[in-house]
């Protein structure tokens, strides 16, 4: 069973960075998509908003606000994906969660931006 966690969220106030993690317990292969998602708190699970993909080299970060602010990338030795995220706002509040090949998630992490 293949096993998704991901963490690093926590609570930091607006302008701060963060860095989240995705490990996988199997290795990331140069053709499985790892993916970033983000739901605001309060919303049902069917508004979780796509944030960013990286399969191989090639990173796509999808929303147009957060192109200069949020970077994905990958650490195969650790079978890890890292989100970003800079100067972050109090709307980047939000439980964020990434998922492996579209089918194998993890549990979420809350990242709250507040001061």
């Known amino acids: 069973q293949v096993q998704v966690v991901d963490s690093g969220g926590g609570l930091v106030q607006p302008g701060d960075s963060l860095t989240l993690s995705c490990t996988v317990s199997e290795s990331i292969s140069s053709d499985s998509v790892v993916a970033w998602f983000r739901q605001a708190l309060g919303n049902q699970r069917e508004q979780r908003e796509l944030?960013?993909?990286?399969?191989?080299?090639?990173?796509?970060v999808y929303i147009d606000s957060l192109k200069d602010r949020f970077i994905i990338s990958r650490d195969d030795a650790k079978n890890t994906v890292y989100l970003q995220m800079n100067n972050l706002k109090p709307e980047d509040t939000a439980i964020y969660s990434c998922?492996?090949?579209?089918?194998?998630w993890g549990q979420g992490t809350q990242v709250t931006v507040s001061s």
């Open positions: 944030i960013a993909t990286i399969m191989g080299e090639r990173a796509i």
């Open positions: 998922s492996f090949r579209g089918y194998f």
